[in-house]
């Protein structure tokens, strides 16, 4: 099991920052594939950002592309988001997941094993 605790949301005016946290323990950490998905009210959960065991290799939605970063610190067992110029349509819950899998597409959140409950971003305009 791999338990998944997420920090770092709240309110926050467009153009703002914020950097979300996601703390696991369990199992080794660098032996999981992370990454962030979110949920906005009434619309269906949606991929965010992905980063590889090692950190070396990341993936992003096309929506957050060039304003989110997504890294790890397997020493600390947590993968970040930070987020930059956030906009209202970036208002959401934010979950970080874990997958064991290889070779499987990172947007597909069947793929992952273990979520976090979620932190909530709501970004004012």
């Known amino acids: 099991q791999v338990q998944l605790v997420e920090s770092g949301g709240g309110l926050v005016q467009a153009g703002d920052s914020l950097r979300l946290s996601c703390a696991a323990s369990?199992?080794?950490?660098?032996?999981?594939?992370m990454g962030w998905f979110r949920q906005a009210p009434g619309k269906e959960r949606e991929f965010v950002a992905a980063v590889s065991r090692g950190g070396d290799s990341t993936y992003y939605d096309d929506s957050v592309k060039g304003r989110f970063t997504i890294s790890r610190d397997n020493a600390k067992s947590t993968v970040y988001l930070q987020m930059n110029s956030l906009k209202p349509e970036d208002t959401a819950v934010y979950s970080c997941?874990?997958?064991?899998?290889?070779?499987?597409?990172?947007?597909?959140?069947?793929?992952?094993?273990?979520w976090g409950q979620g932190t909530q971003v709501t970004v004012s305009s």
């Open positions: 997941a874990a997958r064991s899998k290889a070779g499987v597409p990172v947007e597909i959140s069947s793929n992952y094993d273990y």
């Open positions: 369990g199992r080794t950490f660098s032996n999981y594939f």
